[in-house]
């Protein structure tokens, strides 16, 4: 079963850190390009950073430089570190492939507080 589980999530103040977790099953991650989006409150979903096969990362614009993603192909988990937390980085966060998308987890909700 193809299925996607977020967590790590949480309330954070602004200028704190935090890593997220995306457990993949029923398909090979390894082989996929995946990504981390985000869905923030009256917002379109965006794609917040993408890591390929072959390793290289991309981010949105207002993420480069605080936000690392990463993943761990023996368990089967792709992770966002994000440090310097800022408001605007208060949303719902999924990860997904972001070349065939499958359906989505319930997401994990980070909330960042002045």
């Known amino acids: 079963q193809v299925q996607l589980v977020e967590s790590g999530g949480g309330l954070v103040q602004a200028g704190g850190s935090l890593r997220l977790s995306c457990a993949v099953s029923?398909?090979?991650?390894?082989?996929?390009?995946m990504g981390w989006y985000r869905q923030a409150p009256g917002k379109q979903r965006e794609l917040v950073a993408q890591?390929?096969?072959?390793?290289?990362?991309n981010y949105l614009d207002s993420v480069k430089d605080r936000f690392t993603i990463s993943k761990d192909s023996a368990k089967k988990t792709v992770y966002l570190q994000m440090n310097s937390l800022k408001v605007e980085d208060t949303a719902v966060y999924y990860c997904?492939?972001?070349?065939?998308?499958?359906?989505w987890g319930k997401g994990t909700v980070v909330t960042v507080s002045s």
């Open positions: 890591i390929t096969v072959g390793g290289i990362a």
């Open positions: 029923g398909f090979t991650a390894s082989v996929w390009n």
């Open positions: 997904n492939r972001p070349s065939r998308l499958i359906d």
